[in-house]
């Protein structure tokens, strides 16, 4: 099957020092594909707003802003229900994540069928940076594939990682019921609701690969906060596939 579009959705919080970057990136990047970008301004309190003026005349872009912080999650479930490709992905605004990584997921859709691919950071020899966020998400990987596994075959080496792909259909359908208003509560949600998702009472097809990943320090702008955020993804994990 040949897909036509795929939708970038960017959840952005004050990251002036990557966001021209990273678009600049995304722009450039050759895929056999349209490209939808959907930029979501989670009420920046830098030069985020004044970045992003410079892309409101340009076709691709679709440019939204959220009145008071809601969080990435909210943030991302904005943008879902914007996008209209046949494909979905989500994009942090900084650069830890590579774009051309996209290349190796489009096959997977368009010529072997499946329904969703999630990159795998610990699949290649990337940098570590804080061992503690390591750690943290190689276990609430392990903790969450303990529910989808047995349900849908389908483990996540790398639960917590922002490269999920999937059919666009199924990401609006299951952006709908996103409920989570943390910052990392998506992941758990998501990956929960993907693997309790059916088409003609069969689960979805699951596929993991390896990506490139260039780890970023607090002082550079991390937001993450290993342990905090880490017990709240365990709850969200929990939450998510215990309770319907």
């Known amino acids: 099957m040949k897909y036509k579009k795929l ?7 004050n990251e002036e020092k990557t966001l021209e970057k990273i678009l600049s990136k995304i722009e450039s990047l050759s895929l056999n594909i349209e490209k ?14 004044q970045i992003l003026q ?25 943008g879902l229900l914007e996008s209209t490709g046949d494909l979905v992905v989500i994009q942090d605004a900084d650069l830890e994540y590579n774009p051309e990584n996209w290349q190796q997921f489009l096959p997977y859709f368009e010529e072997h069928g499946y329904d969703i691919v999630y990159g795998n950071r610990f699949g290649k020899n990337n940098k570590v940076i804080y061992w503690q966020n390591w750690f ?24 917590e990682v922002c490269y999920k ?3 666009g259909s199924i990401f609006r359908e299951i952006a709908k019921t996103i409920r989570s208003k943390s910052n990392f509560g998506l992941e758990p949600e998501v990956t929960a609701k993907f693997s309790k998702f059916k088409i003609d009472g069969k689960h979805l ?4 690969i390896a990506i490139d990943y260039a780890p970023r320090s607090v002082e ?4 993450m ?7 709240k993804a365990l709850w969200e994990i929990l939450k998510f596939n215990l309770w319907r």
């Open 205 to 208: 097809k699951f596929k993991q």
């Open 165 to 167: 792909m999937a059919r």
């Open 36 to 49: 939808e970008i959907i930029l979501v301004n989670d009420a920046s309190k830098d030069n985020t707003l």
């Open 225 to 231: 906060k290993a342990f905090s955020d880490g017990f």
């Open 7 to 13: 939708s970038i959705v960017v959840p952005i919080y």
């Open 54 to 78: 410079r892309y409101t005349d340009k076709d691709n872009f679709i440019i939204l802003h959220n009145e008071q912080n809601l969080g990435k999650s909210q943030t991302v479930k904005k």
């Open 220 to 223: 550079e702008g991390k937001h």
């Open 136 to 159: 943290g998400n190689r276990f609430l990987s392990i903790v969450s594939s303990c529910f989808t596994y047995p349900r849908s075959r389908m483990m996540t080496t790398d639960m």
